[in-house]
Each structure stands twice: as structure tokens, then as C-alpha cells.
């Protein structure tokens, strides 16, 4: 018997629906690095390509995909109002993105609108000088900010209210100054601010752990006071002080990592946090990370969005307390 060509067209739509149905949370999965190529997202997205494809976590190629604006606001917007169902898509994100996202750079959206699947690793901020410096710890530093606050210029790579800008607040902060008194001098990058640092235009950089261990291996002439974590870093950066070991408790860790849109199944959303999980736990991942310069951080699920709310809370508190005008 024939079978008329409208009956094939819907066994087909049947068949393509029921493969639809059954496709799983890994099959032909994205990730979407919400700036342009290059710098962190894409980073982020490609320890995870990396990491996943040479673990044989996902039989299919991990594809990273760019969708910059708003420093994550655009993909973040993207995700919970058109795209809050799909079980195959990551979004990369950090500790900026947190920030803007409690300054309501995010629009409508907050913190509570997503599903945060993963932290991956984490840099740390530090207090950088130039090798022949006066100052050689954080109570030098200071010391010189309350003899005459004028002498000490910050500079990092970004402007008021970014990552850079409130290390150095915080910085200033402790020593007590009010940061609105603070010299600061932002720049492109933080290359520039590197540059302007061992050339005496400005006397600390406040920028990351990992970019400042890579510059010393790479001969640049600088110092580090101090790192802005809860304990020692390893590699080359043991030996320096965090800031609480030096009477200040001042803190920034920058983490990165994966959110997922507000719709995905518990049980395809349990496979990815089961997948990074055992991913993150292998000698084989801490390797890849450590390349990346990212120092060890594992959180996923539940364990992650506590994580998440206790910092969006720190954050929106920095936001009152320098006075920083929140986004309409």
C-alpha cells in the first residue's frame, strides 16, 4: 500500500520530534563567551572546550560562540527572556560580571534570574609596586597614603567602579582614605597601567595575581605587596602576604565560570553539574586551569548560587558605601 506523501512528511516531523525529545544536555553543546574573541569569557569557554573534549566528557565538540555588549549584559538579557530552556547552552561569566550585575548594569534581570551552574577557577586581585619602589609591604603603603595621599597615584585598567577601581578603593579604604580623595588614573588595559607603573607615572597598580606572575616571568620590573585572598597563592607568587596577614582584611577574588538559563531541567542541569564535578576533581583539569592562569576553584549547583548570593550582597554593599550610581 502507498502511503501518501502528507503521511511521510508527518512520520518524518514525528521521527525528527521524537529525536528532538531525546537529545540530552551534552549532545551538540555552547558555549556562549559574551564579548567579542579573546580576553576572559573566551578564556573561560575554552578551558571548558578543553577540558571536557580531552576528558571525553562530551561526544560532540564543545562550540564557543560570542555574543558581546554590556559587559554580559546582552547575553545575560539573551538567555533568560529568549533562550531560558536550552539544555545545551553555557554562558560564561566572572567576578565583573557579578559586579555590574549589583550596579544594575543588567538591566531588569538579577542574580536570582539564572541557574549557576559552575565556578571553574578564580584569579585574585593584588597590590602591585615597580622592583625599586619605596615600598615594600602594605603597611609601607599605607603609611605614605597618610603622610600625603597626593604622592600616591593608583592606576589599573579600568574606570570608576570597575574590578581594578575597587581594589584600589578597598586599598585606600584600609588605610583610611575615603576613595572619592584617591588619585587614580585609569587606562586601556592593564598593559598600560603596567607600563606607567615602572615608568613612575603612577606608583601602585592594582591588577590580578595571574597577570602579574606572568609579567615577572616575563622580566617586567615589579613587586607584589600583596594578594587579595584568604590564604596564600601557590607557584611563584607563595612567598608574598595576603592582606590580612598584613592587618588588612581586604579580599577580591575574580571567578570564573558558567551560568545556565532559568528554565533548564533539574535533571539535565544535575548532568552538567555531575559532568564538572568529576571534570574539576582529575589532576588532569587542575593542569589545563593552572595553564590558563587560574588558581583552583570548584564550586557547581547549590553550593555555587550561595556562593553567589553572599558576594552579590558584598557587592551591593560596596555600591552603597562609594556611593556608586546604580543603572536604571
Known amino acids: 500500500m502507498r502511503v501518501p506523501s502528507v503521511a511521510w512528511a508527518a512520520l518524518a516531523c514525528s521521527a525528527l520530534l521524537s529525536v528532538s525529545a531525546l ?22 569557554c575554552k ?9 571525553k566528557y ?7 560562540s560570542y555574543m558581546p555588549g554590556g559587559i554580559g549584559a546582552v547575553a545575560y538579557n539573551a538567555i533568560v527572556a529568549q533562550r531560558p530552556a536550552e539544555n545545551n547552552t553555557i554562558v560564561a561569566f566572572s567576578g565583573g560580571s557579578l559586579l555590574n550585575l549589583a550596579q544594575g548594569k543588567f538591566g531588569r534581570y538579577n542574580e536570582n534570574d539564572v541557574r549557576w551552574l559552575a565556578a571553574i577557577g578564580t584569579d585574585y586581585g593584588a597590590i602591585i609596586v615597580a622592583e625599586n619602589s619605596p615600598l615594600k609591604s602594605i603597611k609601607d ?11 600616591v597615584v593608583f592606576g589599573a585598567g579600568g574606570s570608576v567602579g570597575s574590578q581594578d577601581w575597587m581594589k584600589a578603593a578597598l586599598t585606600a579604604r584600609a588605610a583610611g582614605l575615603d576613595p572619592k580623595a584617591m588619585r587614580f588614573v585609569a587606562f586601556e588595559g592593564g598593559g598600560e597601567a603596567l607600563t606607567a ?11 590580578d595575581a595571574s597577570e602579574a606572575e606572568e609579567q615577572m616571568k616575563a622580566g617586567a620590573k615589579i613587586r607584589v605587596l600583596a594578594v587579595l585572598a584568604d590564604k596564600r597563592l601557590e607557584g611563584k607568587l607563595a612567598s608574598v602576604p595576603t592582606m590580612k596577614e598584613q592587618g588588612y582584611d581586604v579580599q577580591w577574588p575574580i571567578i570564573r565560570g558558567f551560568y545556565m538559563g532559568p528554565k533548564v531541567s533539574d535533571a539535565d542541569f544535575k548532568v552538567w553539574t555531575d559532568t564538572f564535578d568529576k571534570m574539576m576533581a582529575t589532576p588532569a583539569y587542575d593542569k589545563l586551569r593552572a595553564e590558563r592562569g587560574l588558581f583552583k576553584f570548584a564550586l557547581t549547583g547549590k553550593a555555587l548560587e550561595s556562593y553567589i548570593k553572599e558576594r552579590m550582597a558584598t557587592y551591593r554593599q560596596l555600591v552603597t558605601d562609594f556611593n556608586l550610581k546604580v543603572a536604571n
Not at 549532545?27 to 573566551?42: M, R, S
Not at 578551558?47 to 576528558?55: F, R
Not at 615602572?198 to 591588577?207: A, C, D, K, L
Open 23 to 44: 537529545a540530552g544536555p551534552l549532545d551538540k553543546p555552547e558555549c556562549i563567551a559574551p564579548a567579542k574573541p579573546g580576553g576572559g569569557f573566551d578564556l573561560t
Open 47 to 55: 578551558l571548558a572546550q578543553s577540558a571536557l573534549q580531552e576528558g
Open 58 to 64: 562530551i561526544s560532540d565538540p564543545l562550540r564557543v
Open 141 to 151: 603603603l599605607v603609611a605614605a597614603i597618610k603622610a600625603d595621599p597626593t604622592k
Open 197 to 207: 607603573l615602572q615608568g613612575g607615572h603612577v606608583q601602585v597598580y592594582s591588577g
